[in-house]
């Protein structure tokens, strides 16, 4: 049987508004991420053995008792400090079944600062973070609840399709591929998101 596909996202009835894309309205007020094979190429539930702990002085990659190595894809750091510089609310939306694992992770990656001098955890990055087993609506609907922030506001990468069921709360999902988040598929979002706001970016 062949895979469905997303059907395209029709133009806006009322036309597009123009603007500048430093407009604060040209940008979600949430940036929702899963967590395997979204931020990181592997299921930590299935292999990663604890204990993890650092590997060396390399900031962004931990190695478990086997030594499985674990660490963002190589362009996620500089989305997540992008995310952070604009002030955008960052939220992790994962249904693994080994959660307090996932949150150790985070805790232990290091990211470069934005400011210089020290690194800083990569779990400081995340505003709210929903990290349990069941059904994605649960997980944006607790984010909504604890945040405020209108379903419409929200972008979320997920490497899965089932989860495209929160697209009936009015999220909007981007599709992960196999290889992971990089700087193209945040780009891909982004946009998706924009053309279904009815936004179109003027440039210099």
Known sequence: MPRKTR???PEPAGGYRELNEEDPEAWPLLVAFDLDYTLWDLWIDTHISPPIKRKGDVLNQLVDRRGQDLS???EVPSILAELKRRRIHVAAASRTSAPELAREALGMLLLPSEEGGDHVRAVTYFNTMEIYPGSKLKHFKEIH????????QML???DEHRNYEVESLGVTMQLVPPSGTDRKLWNDGLTLWRKRRGIKIIRP
Not at 145 to 152: C, E, L, N, Q, S
């Open 72 to 74: 963002f894809y190589r």
């Open 145 to 152: 609840r604890k945040t405020g922030i209108p379903y419409d």
């Open 156 to 158: 979320f990468f997920d």
């Open 7 to 9: 059907a395209t996202t």
